[in-house]
């Protein structure tokens, strides 16, 4: 059952709360994909009200429904009639849970999901109250409805097949004019409509709805729970969707007016014992910190500046690079006379920029960028965000946090798929980053990693430009590196990571040869060490549709019988074997080319 009334959000909270209280015994089980700050923030969120509730409850990071089904069975006992609840952070709206989990043997199991993977699975739209599945989902700012989503029966169809629409009589006939043979096509005819429509549903694409740390906000807010701290973490999952284009820059500025009226009226942390709940310090402790407070600032697309130099964060960019080609010494000449005629000069460029480099030239970056940026193709850099300012502290900008955040999460070794400790670590580290008060060190050395993740995507990018590793296809190309080594490939192992690197070759590509449209862009990563490659596959979308190479990896990786597995919940992730990439490279050839 899909929920998007918020009445409806807190009558379920409630019910699970109640529930819980009947045992003692963690009957909650949190499963959280281990793929963006947004699940985390969405995770900081959850467990801090139910910590409020004194709800017990455990929590694992996931990157495969294979982990949730292995690690619930440990925990399920079929002797059991106590209500058990799963609650899916980003992970589970695309799919048929029910089925996943078994639920028609389990009727004791309630499974919520907070997802902004879209389409929602239509099997969720079953309009039943005593439903197993519930998608919570903000269908007003998303600007859908339910009769956008196909029923879960079809137009028209109960459960059994039947139309409501014709009424039965005692003795079991259908009170309709006509034969049966009439019926019976009327009954065809709707379910072919409702074919039809599920499958143009779904041919849109795979998109995002709103972030999931929004939705839990927005949930602790009409619970009264909401805290500066939860509008931090919005806001941080908010530009997370942004930096990583799985929103319009126009629905993000939606968004950013909203939390500008929250960040107002709610922007500071008065209450020490706030602090104390939501970082776990002892009763009665207090912090001697200077308060908290969020405040609104203008922030450039090139991120971490405030980390870096102007000339490293500029030319460390993919969003710069990709508009002067930074990889290369003409880019680079480009850089200088761009500088250069905005007046900041290259020894102040390359000095701290916010420790050593002058207000004079911070203040003309914001105003002469904005004037000679549009013939870069730097037109858009500036746009709205916010700001954390932790009294002498420090001073951190949404964007590079969220920066650090995905370097944490992205950077390391991935093992096989049987050993999950490898993301769960990670998961762990961007945790830590995110505390309010005390965060271990962690946020440092994100922030550290984000700038070698930044050099390495350019570097590396650029070198594949260079070296022309790609074939150009009509609707789209293909980046097939299985036979390469990328000189940092410890930290471009990670699909986010691959993901990036994607967007930053067609970008590059579509300024360079400045045509109207982005060529969908396919990329073959690497072979690992078990002989496996990743292939991610981006697409910028227009409102309305999605990213259709999902659909087609898994009907090409069908098609020719490769081995294959899906990666953190998203179908335009895909790892197969290596032996088995060119025959899929054929394969998606034919099928992209239909639906591209």
Known sequence: MILTDSDQWVKLFEALRLETRKSAEKHVHIYVSASDADSTCALRILESMFQNEMIPHGWLPVSRYQEIVDDF???????????????????????DVGKILDLGRRPNVCVIIFDSHRPVMHVANDNDPQSQVYVI?????????LEDIPFAFGEGMDEDGHSPSYPENTDGMNVVEGDASGRRGEKSSHAQSAAVRRAAYYQAGMHYGKPTSCVLYDLAYHLRQESSYFLWLAIVGLTDYLIHNKMPASKYES?????????????????????QREDGLEEGATTSKPICRIAREDDYRFGLVREWTLWDAMMNSPYVAARLQTYSEKGRERLEFLLAKIGIPLREAKSSFQFDMKPLYHRRLQEQLALHGMSYNLGD???????????????VMAVDIVHALSALLECGSRKSETDGSSHIDRFWRCWNALSWSNDSKELRKGLELAKKLQTA???????????????????????????????????LVHPVALQRMAEFLQEQYYHQSQTSKRKPVVLVAPKDESGRCLVVGYQVCAPGEGNKLGSAFVQAAEDVGAQSWHDLFDTSVMEIMANDVERFKAELLRIASEIL
Not at 137 to 144: C, K, T
């Open 73 to 95: 069975m440990r925990a399920y006992d079929d002797e059991d009639e106590v209500v058990r609840y799963i609650i899916l952070l980003n992970c589970g709206a695309s799919e």
């Open 255 to 275: 968004y950013y007016v909203q939390y500008e009226n929250h960040v107002a009226s709610a922007g500071h942390l008065d209450d020490p014992g706030e602090i």
């Open 381 to 395: 850099c500036m746009f709205h965000s916010f700001q954390l300012q932790d009294g002498f502290n420090r001073c």
């Open 457 to 491: 995507l350019v570097t590396d990018g650029g070198a594949v430009i260079a070296q022309r590793l790609y074939h150009n296809f009509r609707s789209f190309r293909v980046f097939d590196l299985s036979e390469h080594k990328l000189t940092n490939q410890n930290l």
């Open 137 to 145: 989902m903000d269908a007003e700012s998303e600007g859908i409805s």
